[in-house]
């Protein structure tokens, strides 16, 4: 029940206030782990619905060409000693960190895939559209405590896009990117060049580019509570050898991190970084998680597999671990906060939130009525009206 004077508007809520009275704040969700800790909530196994790459220029193909095969060294007993530093700067093609992609590559993959979706185009309307990484950082949001986000969300024809916004202190952060981060995040692409091959049955090689422009990506449909989801996520590839061929469930997630030497470090890991493998591996339904461990020449000297659905079991007993319930029921919440904010059709609405890490207050503001809507929901309104 809202208050009497309550006006709602292209993604603005305006409360008419009494007169000399103080205005109120903007609508709000707290994120206190505490408020979220029910039952989990019902979340429909992740179907894939198609896939797209994109190539050393960052081109789309609506096809798997940028698929690549799981490879991992034999088991021998020792470790793989992967050279995590070769080839840097040297064969290194960061992506345009400038270039801000939006859902572009996603609202092309549903323009050439709209009529085909199961029930028609008609079920995308009241769902939500967005990438799979803005739905990890909505489970993590309750135990973050460091990086603010802001996604902005528009509605059209009924569906609700969600797309990340970086804030200027997340901007100023990246520019200011030390050069050691820089490397290890280099790294982490070495890893996958290690353990994957362009073909089923084929060996990695190592030697070639590491560009970040290329990646495949799957799309996929779900359910969380009563919100249809349909969002796409990077595939870093899939094992040829998995006891099931369907995606997403052949997929499989490659992460490097440093080496453990006490229990203090094997418990930090578990609270956070494993909490970040969990969210992006469980929502698309993906099994499994290999992480390669690096001392501290950057050479890896263990492999680890961490199924998905085992990894809360490291932390279930740790009063200071995180909680999948807490995760999932956040992430809904903030999902019917997100549609009962955003009540008007039209594309130029825009939904920021939330601001600083740790009190996360969440704010719609009116549309900028100059803006146009993106280029693929103008074609994505042509086509449906020819349906």
């Known amino acids: 029940m809202e208050p009497r004077g309550t006006k709602r508007g292209a ?138 986000w802001q996604l902005a969300a528009s509605r059209f024809q009924g569906t609700l896009y969600l797309s990340e916004v970086e804030t200027p202190a997340a901007r100023v952060q990246r520019l200011a990117r030390p050069p050691l981060l820089r490397e290890l995040m280099y790294m982490g692409y070495k890893f996958e060049q290690y353990m994957c091959a362009d073909k089923p049955g084929g060996s990695p090689d190592p030697s070639g580019e590491v560009n970040t422009n290329v990646a495949f990506c799957s799309v996929l449909r779900s359910r969380l509570g009563n919100h249809p989801l349909l969002f796409s996520g990077e595939v870093d590839c899939r094992d040829p050898q998995a006891p099931s061929t369907q995606p997403p469930t052949c997929y499989v997630e490659l992460k490097t991190s440093k080496e453990m030497h006490s229990p203090g470090q094997w418990r930090s890991f578990y609270r956070h970084k494993l909490l970040k493998w969990w969210a992006q591996s469980f929502l698309p339904g993906v099994p499994n998680v290999v992480a390669g461990f690096r001392n501290p020449e950057g050479f890896v000297c263990s492999l680890k597999t961490f199924p998905t659905m085992e990894m809360f079991e490291h932390v279930r007993n740790d009063r200071d671990g995180w909680n999948p319930s807490v995760c999932m029921n956040f992430c809904a919440a903030f999902l019917s906060f997100a549609q009962n904010t955003v009540v008007q059709d039209d594309p130029r609405s825009k939904f920021p939130s939330p601001s600083p890490a740790g009190s996360h207050p969440m704010r719609c503001d009116a549309p900028d009525s100059s803006q146009q809507p993106p280029f693929q929901l103008r074609e994505i309104s042509a086509h449906s009206q020819n349906l």
Request: charged share 25%.
């Open 11 to 148: 993604g603005k809520i305006e409360v008419a206030e009494p007169r000399n009275k103080l205005p109120r704040s903007a609508p709000s969700l707290p994120t206190d782990p505490a408020l979220y800790s029910g039952p989990f909530p019902f979340y429909r196994r992740p179907s894939e619905l198609g896939c797209f790459s994109l190539d050393a220029q960052r081109q789309y193909h609506g096809d798997a060409r940028a698929l690549r095969y799981y490879s991992p060294p034999p088991t021998n007993g020792q470790g793989p000693n992967f050279d995590l530093r070769d080839g840097y700067p040297d064969r290194y093609q960061p992506r345009d960190e400038e270039l801000q992609e939006g859902l572009d590559h996603l609202l092309r993959w549903l323009l050439e895939h709209r009529g085909q979706l199961e029930g028609g185009p008609g079920w995308l309307a009241g769902a939500i559209v967005t990438w799979r990484g803005h739905l990890t950082k909505l489970l993590t949001t309750p135990y973050e405590r460091q990086d603010g």
